[in-house]
Structure formats: C-alpha cells, structure tokens
C-alpha cells in the first residue's frame, strides 16, 4: 500500500482565497484525521471521521474551516477564505476503527500570504 | 480535555549515549500512550505505544514506562545512533477498544544526535 496520500505537498496562496486540502486514506482504514502542526501549538486535531461520519470536529478553529468525506477513500479539509495564520501543516491520518495506530500522510504545508 | 505535557524541548546527545524523554497527561481516564517519531519533511511514525495495563515495554533499543499514580510516562532510548535525530512525540487518548479515540500530542522534543 502507498501509505497515506496527500496533496498537494505544498500550496501558497493569497489571503481570501479558497484553498482545498486533499487526503486519500489506506485502503480498508475506517478512521480518518486531520491535523495541523505548528511551531507555537504543535499537533492539533481539527476533526476525525469514522466510517465517513464527522465525530468531532471541536477542533476546526473557525467557520472558515470545514471538511467533507464523500466515501471511505477520499477527505478534503477547505479552508474559505484563507488568512496568513492559517500558514502551517495540515496532516491527514488513517486508522482501522479498532486499531491503535495512526498512519500519517507526509502533510501539506500551507503558505497564506 | 487531555492536555499532554513534554520536556524537554530539545535535547542533544553523543552517539552511543541513552535519551530520556518525559510526558505527563492530565485525564486520569486516559489508557492509550503511543510515541511518535517525526523526521524532516515526513508525518509522524508510530514508534512504540503502551496501554496503562502495563508498567514498562521494551523494544530493542527504544522501551517506555508508564506511571499511572503521578500521569506520566517516558521513553527511553539507549545506544544513541545518528539516525534517531528526530522530532518525538508523546501523545495520549481514551481508547475503548475499537470505539472513537483522539490523540492529544505533546509539543515534541526535537533529538539530535551528535556523531
């Protein structure tokens, strides 16, 4: 298996603008999440599906922030509009349902200028 | 909420030395403990985790242990290689064996080791 795809890997963009974050979980993983990481607040989790059901998305900073998982192989985390403290790395992470580990992707890293 | 604490933030070994690395956790229902492994450009790795029914676990150079009573745990990493330079991660969760569970991370700990 190709592990956790992500992408893009990196995205600049200006503020205001729409900037949609694409994540393909391991086949046959049932728990999806996603993460940001910061210098100042390290890994935060924004939301985490099971079986493409949100269970809690306490974590999405704002309204500007939502994420979608139309089926078990694809989540996309968008961010309308986007501000420069927005700037970080956005990790997607797979799971079984009654597993432990958590697979990363290798993160997209959001420049918002 | 779980809030994970880790110290410290930077630590600087020679090759061939130990490294100890600690945690603490604030929610006693806690039970899941897992260490995360996070080189340059890549997403974190599982590394080793333990369950709260279980004091210590050693995998060749890398083992944990857990204290319940005080909430925190360590990892310990002997014989140092270069190739353990990374940032770690503690994390915690409530993990009721196959329901919903979310890790909280602690801030990480960037290991450089010095050849």
């Known amino acids: 298996d190709a592990g956790v795809i992500q992408s893009p890997r990196h995205e600049v963009t200006e503020m205001g603008q729409e900037v949609t974050l694409r994540c393909k979980p391991i086949?046959?993983?049932?728990?999806l999440f996603w993460y940001r990481q910061t210098m100042m607040r390290g890994l935060e989790l924004l939301i985490y599906?099971?079986?493409?059901?949100?269970?809690?998305d306490s974590g999405m900073p704002e309204d500007r922030f939502s994420a979608k998982m139309p089926n078990a192989s694809f989540s996309t985390l968008k961010i309308q509009p986007s501000e420069p403290r927005d700037s970080a790395v956005y990790f997607c992470a797979s799971s079984l349902l009654s597993g432990r580990e958590a697979f990363f992707g290798q993160g997209t890293r959001l420049t918002v200028v | 909420g779980e809030n994970v604490e880790q110290h410290p933030s930077t630590l600087s070994v020679q090759e061939g030395d130990s490294a100890v690395i600690k945690c603490t956790y604030s929610d006693s229902a806690s039970n899941y403990f897992p260490w995360y492994k996070q080189e340059l450009g890549k997403g974190p790795q599982l590394i080793i985790d333990i369950r709260s029914n279980v004091g210590e676990k050693k995998d060749q150079r890398i083992a944990v242990t857990l204290n319940k009573t005080a909430k925190h745990f360590s990892l310990h990493i002997t014989e140092t290689q270069p190739e353990d330079s990374a940032v770690y991660f503690c994390a915690a969760s409530i993990n009721s064996g196959g329901s919903n569970y979310k890790l909280t991370f602690g801030k990480g700990t960037l290991l450089t080791v010095n050849p």
């Open positions: 599906f099971n079986n493409n059901v949100p269970i809690d």
């Open positions: 086949s046959g993983h049932n728990s």
